[in-house]
């Protein structure tokens, strides 16, 4: 496991802030923290503790950090192509660009020509230090296909399988193997403080977040003042709950606050209460006793009346009274049928009514009450007992049948029914409401109680007007509710006496009595008094869980775990390894503008390895020139490479902007060094580098070149640009441009200026040719252009020169000098006759053959 695995596993653990996460992927995203950065982490911080509402964006800000390209490397990845680019900047599509996967390949353009965005393509596919650039889409040629490009890998030497890149697309773990160096990164492998640090990729991702945890505190710091002061409620008994709530308000509620706020229905008890108290003071148990006796006397019997009423008038007693009511109402609709049905067709109207039946009684009774031997009703032959006339027999049947619908079932069952509902509602009917017995309680009661006696008039109403309704003739069995308010209260008040009475028994019962209603008083009051400050309480709850929130926020601040896990990373020994693999590179680099040493430095939360100069109290970061901290900057990239075991290639992009030659030409030399042993690209529009990197390399270097043609840029060359090509090459470009204005003097639409054109152009590349060839075989490259070195071994080539070499070379830049382009001719003169094609391909041949001749003495 590297290094950073370690680390990304460590804040992917369970018991670490989730906003570490954010710290650590934006780091090795971009090699440090913006003040943007900072901004965005703090925001992230305070949604991770409640302290702001969570985004949308907020699951990708602490999910589990990926650590594609930091992992061990399986197998050495080499890059062997990039093309086929698609809406990225001015480049064109349908290109490529080949790299031999062993060696060292330099790709050098012109600005403008494309070589940034191309090495942007690869920044953001492979792994570099620093900020992910920034893709622009092509102007020229608005496309809504994402910008992609196509990169071919080989993977341990395997075949070149092609990978797409596509921006912001997820990481191909083989393309991330691949470093990349340039003047940003290099920035991130220093600090320039009062001295110079190089920080390993771990330790400057492990420092980094240091730095958010104490620019995270230092937000925190400040935002969290206002909620420090906390809400006093004055006078709170430190005893009563209210104010054993008011100190755990952290785990309060709305609802909780509100269950412990009094409210208007405690007044009359608090009053109460303090009237209690104001009793009991100054009293004997005796006196007591008597005292709450005369109480109950007068209020018992009040108490006893109500639930008289109340037993009679309740709402389960009404609806029995109802069912027998409907009870009676049904029985008689059946009798009714069958007095209808027995007694239809009879003389006279109204036969079987109450008067009838009752009348049918007396008779039953006088007959049948005299002793005699007669039946009843009578029968035929005998005579009515009313009119004592004889009866016949249509008069006999009629008594009959009068007689069967009296002495019918149903009939019994209607008067049962109605007997019964009489009785209940003659109970109701001698209920009394006489108040007169009660007058006196009810002015001690309307002193110390007013809405006590407003609730007893709605009670008292409510039970008469029940009364006088089921006493009607057309009752009712549906009622409001009974407002039971006062009967409650009278109820409690007559049982808290009973129990007083019962519970005086001698003193210490007495003040035992007495410090309950303290107690009691108490509470109530502060519950008054938590409701008084109810509004001000629920904002100290708020404040309350806010004020938790940030002491929870601050926590993570807290730079111990990071202290701890540094001095974890630095007992396995792996900063001892790279003080060895940095030490090594300042070797290679041949890195002597002063004895440095390195010493490896802690603090809280950081690790660094700090060089300073021997035995000097000054500090590198005083003295160093920008040319030494960037040799310090590659020195700690080669050296990650080393002690990470990387043999996947490396890149440069303009490596060495800004330095002077000597430091170049360090640059160049450890660069082809390491070209050795891996695929190393170098990207640069430095044409001096270039032709440093091809002398300081011991093998071939493959150099390609790239060009802008028109709206478009990044059009592969297949060759080295024309500045850094040898005599012998350009030669060759002289013939193939010979031959191709050849094929066009041969074509039907031939124009002469057009030629004319095209010949001062290769005149003027032909001067340039014998300028070259004057430096490289004449003098044999004592002096070079773009370096300051004196070739002085190179001198015994030189002394054979003649005057037959001047005449020779003097001739042919002459003739040049006359046709290329930059001379203009004045008017006066005439027109300078162009060469023709012929004359042309002479003058080139007599330049390939003085130089044959010329090599040849020079080997």
């Not at 910008?147 to 993977?155: D, E, F, K, N, P």
């Not at 001295?195 to 925190?220: I, M, N, T």
């Not at 109340?310 to 389960?316: H, P, R, S």
């Not at 030409?665 to 660069?671: E, S, V």
Request: overall charge neutral.
């Amino acid at each position: 496991m590297t290094q950073i695995e370690k680390v990304v596993t460590w804040v992917n653990s369970a018991n670490k802030p989730l906003w570490w996460r954010q710290v650590v992927r934006m780091v090795m995203g971009q090699g440090g923290l913006q003040q943007q950065d900072l901004q965005l982490i703090y925001q992230v911080v305070k949604m991770e503790f409640g302290l702001l509402p969570r985004t949308p964006e907020f699951p990708n800000y602490v999910k589990h950090v990926a650590v594609a390209g930091f992992e061990a490397e399986a197998a050495p990845v080499t890059l062997a192509s990039l093309g086929n680019v698609k809406n990225v900047s001015s480049l064109i599509e349908n290109v490529t660009l080949n790299f031999p996967i062993e060696g060292l390949t330099a790709v050098y353009g012109d600005n403008g020509a494309g070589k940034s965005s191309y090495a942007k393509i690869l920044k953001s596919a492979c792994l570099t230090r620093g900020d992910i650039p920034v893709i622009s889409t092509n102007a020229f040629n608005p496309s809504a296909v994402p910008s992609q490009a196509t990169l071919g890998i080989s993977v341990d030497g395997a075949p070149i399988v092609e990978n797409i890149w596509t921006v912001g697309g997820e990481p191909n773990p083989e393309l991330k193997s691949i470093r990349i160096f340039d003047s940003h990164s290099a920035t991130n492998y220093i600090s320039k403080t009062d001295s110079v640090e190089y920080k390993p990729a771990e330790v400057k991702l492990l420092d980094e977040l240091s730095r958010a945890c104490q620019f995270v505190k230092g937000a925190l710091t400040l935002e969290v003042v206002p909620f420090n002061r906390p809400y006093i409620i004055p006078d709170l008994n430190p005893h009563s709950k209210v104010s054993t709530f008011c100190n755990s308000l952290a785990t309060a509620s709305e609802a909780t606050l509100y269950a412990h706020c009094g409210g208007e229905n405690e007044l009359p008890e608090i009053a109460q209460l303090e009237k209690d108290l104001a009793e009991l003071n100054g009293k004997t148990p005796a006196q007591l006793k008597a005292f709450y006796a005369t109480k109950l006397k007068h209020r018992e019997p009040l108490l006893n009346f109500l639930n008289n009423l109340y037993e009679k008038l309740n709402d389960v007693n009404v609806t029995q009274i109802g069912v027998l009511y409907d009870d009676k109402l049904t029985k008689l609709k059946v009798a009714e049928n069958v007095r209808q049905n027995t007694l239809n067709g009879l003389p006279i109207k109204g036969i079987g009514n109450d008067a009838w039946k009752e009348m049918w009684n007396h008779a039953q009774n006088f007959i049948m009450g005299n002793g005699d031997d007669k039946t009843f009703p009578p029968v035929k032959n005998e005579h009515c007992p009313t009119c004592l006339q004889p009866i016949g027999s249509q008069a006999a049947e009629r008594m009959a049948r009068f007689n069967d619908y009296i002495t019918n079932q149903s009939q019994v069952d209607a008067d049962k029914a109605t007997a019964a509902l009489i009785l209940q509602v003659n109970l109701i009917t001698q209920l009394s409401f006489d108040l007169k017995p009660y007058e006196g309680i009810f002015e001690e009661i309307r002193q110390s109680a007013p809405d006590a006696i407003e609730q007893f008039n709605i009670c008292i109403q409510q039970l008469f007007d029940r009364k006088n309704n089921l006493s009607s003739a057309n009752p009712t069995f549906t009622h409001p509710a009974l407002d039971m308010r006062f009967l409650q209260r009278l109820s409690k008040q007559v049982e808290t006496l009973k129990v007083r009475r019962d519970g005086v028994a001698d003193d210490g019962t007495l003040a035992q009595m007495i410090k309950l209603s303290q107690v009691r008083l108490m509470e109530l009051e502060d519950r008054q008094r938590l409701s008084a400050h109810k509004d001000n309480i629920l904002i100290e709850i708020n404040r309350i869980k806010i004020f938790g929130c940030f002491n929870s926020a601050l926590a993570t601040t807290n730079l111990s775990l990071i202290t701890r896990f540094i001095s974890e990373l630095a007992k396995t020994g792996s900063l001892g390894v790279i003080n060895a693999a940095f030490t090594k590179e300042l070797v290679a680099l041949n890195f002597k503008s002063f004895d440095v040493e390195t010493k490896t430095q802690g603090s809280a939360g950081q690790q660094k390895l700090t060089l300073q100069i021997s035995r000097n109290a000054s500090k590198i970061g005083h003295i160093a020139s920008e040319g030494e901290q960037k040799c310090i900057a590659l020195a700690g990239f080669m050296a990650e490479l080393t002690i990470d075991n990387r043999k996947s290639a490396i890149i440069f992009d303009d490596p060495v902007n800004s330095l002077d030659h000597k430091w170049r030409r360090k640059f160049a030399k450890r660069i082809a060094d390491e070209a050795l042993h891996r695929q190393v690209i170098v990207l640069t529009h430095d044409l001096p580098f270039l032709m440093m990197l091809s002398e300081e390399s011991s093998n071939p270097i493959n150099i390609q070149s790239i060009t802008r043609r028109g709206n478009f840029s990044g059009f592969p060359q297949g060759s080295p640009p024309w500045d850094a090509l040898k005599t012998l090459d350009r030669i060759g470009q002289l013939k193939q441009l010979e031959v191709e204005l050849r094929r066009y003097t041969k074509r039907d639409d031939f124009i002469e200026d057009m030629y004319s054109r095209d010949a001062k152009h290769i005149y003027g590349k032909m001067r340039e040719t014998w300028e070259r060839l004057v430096e490289e075989w004449l003098i044999r490259n004592v002096v070079q252009r773009f370096s300051r070195v004196v070739q002085t071994l190179n001198i015994r080539y030189i002394v054979d020169s003649t005057p037959e070499d001047v005449a020779t070379i003097s001739a042919g830049m002459g003739k040049c000098s006359t046709y290329f382009e930059g001379h203009d001719t004045a008017t006066g003169l005439g027109v300078t006759q162009m060469p023709d094609i012929d004359e042309l391909l002479a003058d080139i041949t007599a330049l390939d053959v003085y130089f044959k001749e010329l090599k040849k003495r020079r080997s």
